[in-house]
């Protein structure tokens, strides 16, 4: 883990220390194993270090290869011994090279077409001097995060936009649009950030800058692998292996590995698999576990988590609740320049990391993503219909209405399946989620202005991706273009790594999400009963309580108190968005008091029908707006 920022001067001008000092200073604070920076010719590179492999310990970036072009590398390369298989003869001086110095050896052989082969986390900037050419890469989960501005002279890179605005002077425009995604609780934008110069690379893309010519690579598509048709036990074989591959290589550390455990399938999966892969001498360490436990509240876990300790003889560490505080936010959005974190995100996330940081570790697991490619959906049904597997489509269907006659379950599979085939908003619900009709609107938002910024055609722009050709494919490819899972999650990870703790999600795996994107949508689930592959797969792995597990805890209650608490202090009506506009104070009062009225209650009864996101983005963009922008 590291962050990583450069400065290109494309007009020939010699780089100086200057500008990468001012860069390094404007940096959000993290921890760091010391700031290094490099510079020759109109390119400069910073990298502020952190180790926490074996690799990286000992690593010095830039990379030079032996062509002459500099690599810097924030992240991680999980699948090394693939990348050596393909340098063929020069695999053996780079054995135990730093991945960086793995990525550029597979770039200078094939070009950059190398990214496909490559599993992991990464952002990866290439300089070639002699075509002056730079090109930013990303991987497609896009969790490091990675931002690019170009104003025709200097072309520059970094992992946050703070070094940029900051270090560069960049003008402080607002992105009207991108707010406004953001506030409607439907970022899908893949390039646009807060800020009207300033862009993300793409997840699964590239930026490449040659002779001042900018040009945008959405390299990343859909899957060739089609395993409609095949058994249950295939599948359940085949993710085992592939699941065995992303923990070995997520476990891969300098130092001691902890993972989360809420008692979820997905974190259980992690604790318990791990665990067999350690006493069988797969993977060289029993990672830590870490737990949190709310006795007396409804999204308490401890009988699952518990199951899981006394199935695999473990104890876990338990950490405690971290109240969101008002003022730390605000001191986080101006030391940052992100987004304050959710209040149910630090609650547990906090906690945690302090845990972690009284012994040094820097390695924290997450069942993260487990949700995202298992649960399964009904997107396949139409593939079924189109391509006559009738009586798979019909079997299926049987399943999600057993108490009806055959006939009525099979008319209404057959309906269900018929629907996006023929009509265009049921097709558009299904192949892009934001879009469906469903979901309620946005009365949140003033209408003059979602229009002046155009939000609707914002919602419709997508950049192209190859490869994906059926109904179940353009569906899940939703998952690796989930916009504002990605903006919301970037405080969350920034926090931990500003503590000093990289989190890896062993369920984005390249390799498994691969595999996940063409996997028989009949398998993923039943009805409710859902991740059925993971289950299967699982058996005799977890504990029974736990795999054959169906609730789920609503991490909730902690929201609820944070938006009373700012509301007592700002009420909406006093908000920036508000006054600037853009959003309707009455509207957020108003989605907001029921859910204050539910804990008062006792948090017993059923959830109120409405929307929370808005509140805490209406809140969450207040104070962002008023401590980084000074308005």
Not at 26 to 47: F, K, N
Not at 89 to 96: C, H, K, Q, V
Not at 477 to 488: D, M, P
Not at 592 to 606: A, E, L, V
């Given at each position: 883990?590291?962050?990583?920022?450069?400065?290109?001067?494309?007009?020939?001008?010699?780089?100086?220390?200057?500008?990468?000092?001012?860069?390094?200073?404007?940096?959000?604070?993290?921890?760091?194993?010391?700031?290094?920076?490099?510079?020759?010719?109109?390119?400069?590179?910073?990298?502020?270090?952190?180790?926490?492999?074996?690799?990286?310990?000992?690593?010095?970036?830039?990379?030079?290869?032996?062509?002459?072009?500099?690599?810097?590398?924030?992240?991680?390369?999980?699948?090394?011994?693939?990348?050596?298989?393909?340098?063929?003869?020069?695999?053996?001086?780079?054995?135990?090279?730093?991945?960086?110095?793995?990525?550029?050896?597979?770039?200078?052989?094939?070009?950059?077409?190398?990214?496909?082969?490559?599993?992991?986390?990464?952002?990866?900037?290439?300089?070639?001097?002699?075509?002056?050419?730079?090109?930013?890469?990303?991987?497609?989960?896009?969790?490091?995060?990675?931002?690019?501005?170009?104003?025709?002279?200097?072309?520059?890179?970094?992992?946050?936009?703070?070094?940029?605005?900051?270090?560069?002077?960049?003008?402080?425009?607002?992105?009207?649009?991108?707010?406004?995604?953001?506030?409607?609780?439907?970022?899908v934008s893949e390039t646009d950030t807060f800020w009207q110069?300033?862009?993300?690379?793409?997840?699964?893309?590239?930026?490449?800058?040659?002779?001042?010519?900018?040009?945008?690579?959405?390299?990343?598509?859909?899957?060739?692998?089609?395993?409609?048709?095949?058994?249950?036990?295939?599948?359940?074989?085949?993710?085992?292996?592939?699941?065995?591959?992303?923990?070995?290589?997520?476990?891969?550390?300098?130092?001691?590995?902890?993972?989360?455990?809420?008692?979820?399938?997905?974190?259980?999966?992690?604790?318990?698999?791990?665990?067999?892969?350690?006493?069988?001498?797969?993977?060289?360490?029993?990672?830590?576990?870490?737990?949190?436990?709310?006795?007396?509240?409804?999204?308490?876990?401890?009988?699952?988590?518990?199951?899981?300790?006394?199935?695999?003889?473990?104890?876990?560490?338990?950490?405690?609740?971290?109240?969101?505080?008002?003022?730390?936010?605000?001191?986080?959005?101006?030391?940052?320049?992100?987004?304050?974190?959710?209040?149910?995100?630090?609650?547990?996330?906090?906690?945690?990391?302090?845990?972690?940081?009284?012994?040094?570790?820097?390695?924290?697991?997450?069942?993260?993503?487990?949700?995202?490619?298992?649960?399964?959906?009904?997107?396949?049904?139409?593939?079924?219909?189109?391509?006559?597997?009738?009586?798979?489509?019909?079997?299926?269907?049987?399943?999600?209405?057993?108490?009806?006659?055959?006939?009525?379950?099979?008319?209404?599979?057959?309906?269900?399946?018929?629907?996006?085939?023929?009509?265009?908003?049921?097709?558009?619900?299904?192949?892009?989620?934001?879009?469906?009709?469903?979901?309620?609107?946005?009365?949140?938002?003033?209408?003059?202005?979602?229009?002046?910024?155009?939000?609707?055609?914002?919602?419709?722009?997508?950049?192209?991706?190859?490869?994906?050709?059926?109904?179940?494919?353009?569906?899940?490819?939703?998952?690796?273009?989930?916009?504002?899972?990605?903006?919301?999650?970037?405080?969350?990870?920034?926090?931990?790594?500003?503590?000093?703790?990289?989190?890896?999600?062993?369920?984005?795996?390249?390799?498994?999400?691969?595999?996940?994107?063409?996997?028989?949508?009949?398998?993923?689930?039943?009805?409710?009963?859902?991740?059925?592959?993971?289950?299967?797969?699982?058996?005799?792995?977890?504990?029974?309580?736990?795999?054959?597990?169906?609730?789920?805890?609503?991490?909730?209650?902690?929201?609820?108190?944070?938006?009373?608490?700012?509301?007592?202090?700002?009420?909406?009506?006093?908000?920036?968005?508000?006054?600037?506009?853009?959003?309707?104070?009455?509207?957020?009062?108003?989605?907001?008091?029921?859910?204050?009225?539910?804990?008062?209650?006792?948090?017993?009864?059923?959830?109120?029908?409405?929307?929370m996101g808005p509140v805490w983005f209406a809140y969450a963009?207040?104070?962002?707006?008023?401590?980084?922008?000074?308005?």
């Amino acid at each position: 883990m590291s962050a990583i920022a450069g400065a290109l001067f494309v007009d020939g001008r010699s780089m100086s220390s200057d500008v990468l000092d001012a860069m390094i200073a404007a940096a959000p604070p993290r921890a760091t194993d010391g700031a290094t920076q490099w510079h020759a010719g109109p390119m400069g590179m910073i990298r502020f270090a952190y180790a926490t492999t074996h690799e990286a310990a000992a690593e010095t970036q830039p990379f030079v290869g032996a062509s002459g072009a500099v690599a810097l590398l924030d992240g991680r390369m999980d699948n090394r011994e693939e990348l050596l298989a393909l340098l063929g003869s020069t695999a053996d001086r780079l054995r135990d090279a730093p991945d960086g110095m793995l990525a550029l050896a597979v770039y200078e052989r094939f070009g950059r077409e190398f990214v496909r082969h490559l599993v992991g986390d990464y952002a990866l900037a290439i300089w070639e001097p002699a075509e002056r050419r730079l090109s930013l890469f990303r991987s497609p989960l896009g969790w490091r995060p990675f931002l690019w501005t170009f104003d025709g002279q200097t072309c520059a890179f970094a992992t946050d936009a703070r070094t940029l605005v900051v270090g560069l002077n960049r003008p402080r425009t607002l992105n009207e649009g991108a707010l406004a995604e953001f506030l409607a609780g439907r970022f899908v934008s893949e390039t646009d950030t807060f800020w009207q110069d300033i862009e993300r690379v793409p997840q699964g893309g590239a930026i490449i800058l040659k002779d001042g010519q900018v040009s945008q690579w959405p390299w990343h598509g859909g899957t060739d692998e089609d395993w409609q048709g095949r058994s249950m036990d295939e599948h359940a074989e085949e993710f085992r292996a592939l699941f065995d591959k992303a923990l070995v290589a997520t476990v891969r550390s300098n130092g001691r590995v902890t993972s989360q455990l809420s008692g979820g399938l997905d974190s259980s999966s992690i604790v318990c698999r791990a665990t067999e892969l350690h006493r069988a001498g797969r993977i060289d360490q029993q990672i830590g576990v870490i737990t949190a436990r709310f006795p007396g509240q409804p999204h308490d876990e401890t009988p699952w988590s518990s199951a899981v300790e006394e199935h695999l003889g473990i104890t876990a560490e338990v950490a405690s609740s971290v109240p969101f505080s008002i003022d730390r936010a605000r001191e986080w959005c101006a030391s940052t320049y992100h987004l304050p974190v959710r209040p149910n995100a630090l609650d547990t996330l906090a906690g945690v990391v302090s845990i972690l940081n009284a012994d040094g570790r820097r390695v924290l697991l997450t069942g993260e993503g487990g949700d995202d490619w298992l649960n399964g959906t009904l997107a396949h049904w139409p593939d079924l219909l189109r391509r006559g597997r009738w009586p798979a489509l019909i079997a299926h269907g049987r399943q999600h209405w057993p108490d009806a006659p055959w006939a009525v379950s099979a008319a209404k599979t057959m309906v269900t399946a018929a629907r996006p085939l023929v009509l265009p908003r049921y097709r558009r619900a299904l192949t892009h989620p934001h879009l469906d009709w469903r979901i309620p609107k946005v009365e949140w938002l003033r209408p003059e202005w979602t229009g002046r910024v155009d939000l609707e055609d914002r919602w419709r722009q997508r950049l192209p991706r190859a490869g994906l050709h059926s109904f179940a494919q353009r569906s899940r490819y939703a998952v690796f273009k989930h916009g504002n899972r990605q903006l919301i999650s970037e405080s969350a990870l920034m926090y931990a790594e500003s503590k000093g703790v990289e989190v890896r999600h062993p369920f984005h795996d390249a390799r498994l999400t691969r595999f996940l994107m063409g996997a028989d949508g009949n398998h993923l689930q039943a009805k409710n009963y859902r991740k059925l592959i993971l289950r299967e797969a699982m058996r005799g792995t977890l504990p029974e309580m736990v795999r054959t597990r169906t609730n789920k805890a609503m991490f909730i209650n902690h929201s609820i108190d944070a938006h009373d608490a700012l509301m007592f202090e700002r009420p909406p009506s006093e908000l920036i968005p508000v006054k600037l506009g853009w959003m309707d104070g009455d509207r957020l009062a108003d989605l907001h008091t029921p859910y204050s009225q539910w804990r008062r209650d006792g948090s017993q009864g059923p959830l109120p029908n409405k929307p929370m996101g808005p509140v805490w983005f209406a809140y969450a963009a207040d104070m962002w707006l008023q401590q980084v922008h000074g308005l």
